[in-house]
């Protein structure tokens, strides 16, 4: 196959899929991994790609722009409040401790914890605070920093440096994207060095999102699949990203 058949088979496939990895692509056309890197940076040089770490996706998908709060709490309400209600079974033990992230699934998760399970929380997140502050049983610890408006929530070195002394048994984390190649993905480098901060605070991390997450990547990574151990989603996620999940190791639980 010549270099610009080979090209145009790997446009196609962006069009069809949105994303591309690298070593797949070269195990499957049997040419070299550097090989792909160059038709894909020709791609990217014609504005159709995006590269990013193990391959590329559409350069329509790589979101830059961040819905606010009040548009994200009425978006896919029904598939966040299954998510939520499914994700209450990895609450530590009566005493145990939680680190939660911003992000309105999230907040459905608060609403589904038990008044009379002690936990303690901590979060960054004002509205999740409100919440788990209206819950007797729970000790919260709200971690300070500059607050975002778009998501409510405190972030910068300050809410960075405070996670690096925490040590949870479960970390509830959100996101803005998902896909094998970029992992969980958000459009603000602060909110993303925040979220990469919590995931290391915690032993066990459940990330929280709906299905649609699996349709674009935003530009700050800040976990691979292989910092998850679980993962709740709606049964809208396609056989494809549900595997693609389990290939890493991860616990899958469709709400």
């Known amino acids: 196959m010549y270099a610009a058949e080979r090209q145009q088979l790997l446009a196609d496939r962006l069009r069809h899929d949105g994303r591309l990895s690298v070593m797949d692509l070269a195990d499957e056309l049997e040419v070299s991994s550097e090989t792909i890197r160059r038709d894909l940076a020709?791609?990217?040089r014609d504005g159709l790609a995006q590269r990013v770490h193990g391959g590329a996706v559409a350069a329509r998908a790589l979101m830059v722009l961040e819905p606010g709060l009040a548009q994200r709490s009425s978006?896919?309400?029904e598939q966040k409040d299954r998510i939520a209600r499914a994700a209450?079974?990895?609450?530590?033990?009566?005493?145990?401790s939680v680190v939660m992230d911003a992000g309105t699934t999230i907040s459905h998760l608060v609403d589904s914890i038990p008044l009379d399970h002690?936990?303690?929380a901590i979060t960054h997140a004002l509205p999740t605070a409100t919440?788990?502050?209206?819950?007797?049983?729970v000790?919260?610890?709200l971690l300070g920093g500059r607050v975002r408006g778009v998501t409510a929530a405190a972030v910068g070195q300050a809410t960075v440096d405070a996670l690096a002394l925490v040590q949870v048994d479960v970390g509830f984390i959100a996101t803005n994207a998902a896909s094998p190649s970029h992992g969980l993905s958000t459009p603000d480098a602060e909110e993303a060095a925040v979220k990469r901060a919590l995931a290391r605070s915690a032993r066990m991390v459940v990330a929280l999102f709906d299905s649609?997450?699996?349709s674009a990547d935003h530009v700050f990574s800040f976990a691979s699949y292989d910092d998850l151990d679980v993962v709740v989603t709606d049964t809208g996620a396609s056989d494809r990203d549900?595997?693609?999940?389990?290939?890493?190791?991860?616990k899958v639980v469709l709400a």
């Open 118 to 120: 002690p936990l303690t």
């Open 139 to 141: 000790s919260l610890h």
């Open 212 to 214: 649609s997450k699996f």
């Open 42 to 44: 020709v791609l990217e």
């Open 75 to 77: 978006t896919n309400a």
């Open 242 to 250: 549900v595997a693609a999940l389990r290939e890493h190791g991860i």
């Open 131 to 137: 919440k788990l502050s209206a819950i007797p049983s």
């Open 88 to 96: 209450i079974e990895f609450l530590p033990d009566p005493g145990g």
